[in-house]
């Protein structure tokens, strides 16, 4: 058992080309996937945190969220619970307004181009995704599609994060 998560470890490292110094940082005590934990200006992904609030999302085929204006407290971790009740894939990817332009600009320019980070949830027609966030800082932030066309066709929202 000890050699086989030895192995997937040293697979896991290989594949992420991550530099690690063992002990570094404590092992997570639950971790059902691997979670980049990287401070973002929007915040820093929520896994394991007390849940503050879940929000449900809907994402449909007029290129619209429901809703799309969200107001949340500086320090809330938030489950979202996003739904796509359209026939073609949809994603809900937070960020700042500029950051999602210039992603938006690659994805139209690349639209096979796969991602995936802890900020962001694909979500195929008729399925739930999910992204747990805790909004650590305040301050004007955007979400959107970023399908190539979605972004473009005003597939936006908007959260305020509220200073405490
Ligand atoms: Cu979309």
């Known amino acids: 058992m000890r050699r086989v998560q030895t192995t997937l470890l040293a697979l896991l490292l290989a594949a992420s080309g991550a530099a690690f110094a063992h002990g570094e940082e404590p092992h997570p005590a639950k971790a059902p996937q691997e979670v980049k934990r990287e401070q973002k ?10 849940i503050k609030r879940t929000i449900e999302i809907k994402m449909s085929d007029d ?17 979202f619970v996003i739904r796509n009740t359209g026939q073609v894939m949809h994603e809900m990817v937070i ?18 181009m796969e991602h995936d980070e802890p900020y962001m949830a694909h979500v195929a027609p008729g399925k739930t995704g999910e992204i747990v966030w805790t909004f650590n800082r305040s301050g004007d932030f955007d979400f959107a ?8 066709a005003g597939m936006v929202g908007k959260i305020k994060v509220a200073a405490r």
Do not use: S
């Open 95 to 112: 960020g700042t307004k500029k950051e999602l332009d210039e992603h938006a600009a690659l994805m139209a320019k690349f639209p096979g």
């Open 145 to 152: 599609c970023l399908i190539a066309g979605h972004y473009q």
């Open 63 to 79: 290129m619209r969220f429901t809703p799309d204006l969200l107001n949340i407290q500086q320090g809330d971790t938030v489950r």
């Open 41 to 50: 200006p929007w915040g820093i992904a929520g896994h394991g945190k007390p």
